[in-house]
T-cell receptor, first 109, second 119 residues
Framework: LAKTTQPISMDSYEGQEVNITCSHN???????ITWYQQFPSQGPRFIIQ???TKVTNEVASLFIPADRKSSTLSLPRVSLSDTAVYYC??????????FGAGTRLTVKP | DVKVTQSSRYLVKRTGEKVFLECVQD?????MFWYRQDPGLGLRLIYF???????EKGDIPEGYSVSREKKERFSLILESASTNQTSMYLC??????????????????FGPGTRLTVL
């Protein structure tokens, strides 16, 4: 299983851009990188997925360098409602994709 | 919209009781999962199923069993509940893999969770 390492927590202020970096040094050639968001008392929700370079959707951007040993989730202009836990996952479901402890993002006014 | 439902939002049971947690999905997904979530530990995979009557152990299967008799339903069973099984239990489902219409590869859809307390 590809192991991921991400910060336990981060603080930000409304309107700022937030970048959360995840390390995955032993990522396999066929592995995708997937990020989820979890609000309190809810199940996680898929945000974005990528394999290489940059992926952007209406919620976030995902930057993946050429060596794919890390990835950065970028949230533009965060608001209080972006306060959540963000999980970085590497691998394929169902066999080898696992959630870690995630990064707890707190957005302050 | 994909919908994953769980039978109970909150459940209180006594030590030694047999507990059934039910999960139903309405998107004809092949894969279904059971996780537990505890503070500071993230989500840990208990079991998953990739087809009817098929099951695979996750990372923490001890003390649990599962049943998948129909494609849409995946049950988690605690044969003899213990206090260390007090936790939030989350069910999820996904397509087998690859792009499926508007849904991405590796996208899991989660239910609202069942908070189980074992006294």
């Amino acid at each position: 299983l590809a192991k991921t390492t991400q910060p336990i927590s981060m603080d930000s202020y409304e309107g700022q851009e937030v970048n959360i970096t995840c390390s995955h040094n032993n990522i396999a050639t066929n592995d995708y990188i997937t990020w989820y968001q979890q609000f309190p008392s809810q199940g996680p929700r898929f945000i974005i997925q990528g394999y290489k370079t940059k992926v952007t959707n209406e919620v976030a951007s995902l930057f993946i360098p050429a060596d794919r040993k890390s990835s950065t989730l970028s949230l533009p202009r965060v608001s209080l409602s972006d306060t959540a836990v963000y999980y970085c996952l590497v691998g394929d479901i169902p066999n080898d994709m696992r959630f870690g402890a995630g990064t707890r993002l707190t957005v302050k006014p | 919209d994909v919908k994953v439902t769980q039978s109970s939002r909150y459940l209180v049971k006594r030590t030694g009781e047999k507990v059934f947690l039910e999960c139903v999905q309405d998107m004809d997904h092949e894969n279904m999962f059971w996780y537990r979530q505890d503070p500071g530990l993230g989500l840990r995979l208990i079991y998953f199923s990739y087809d009817v009557k098929m099951k695979e152990k996750g990372d923490i299967p001890e003390g649990y069993s599962v049943s998948r008799e129909k494609k849409e339903r995946f049950s988690l069973i605690l044969e003899s509940a213990s206090t260390n099984q007090t936790s939030m239990y989350l069910c999820a489902s996904s397509f087998e893999g690859g792009l499926a219409g508007e849904y991405s590869y590796n996208e899991q859809f989660f239910g609202p969770g069942t908070r189980l307390t074992v006294l």
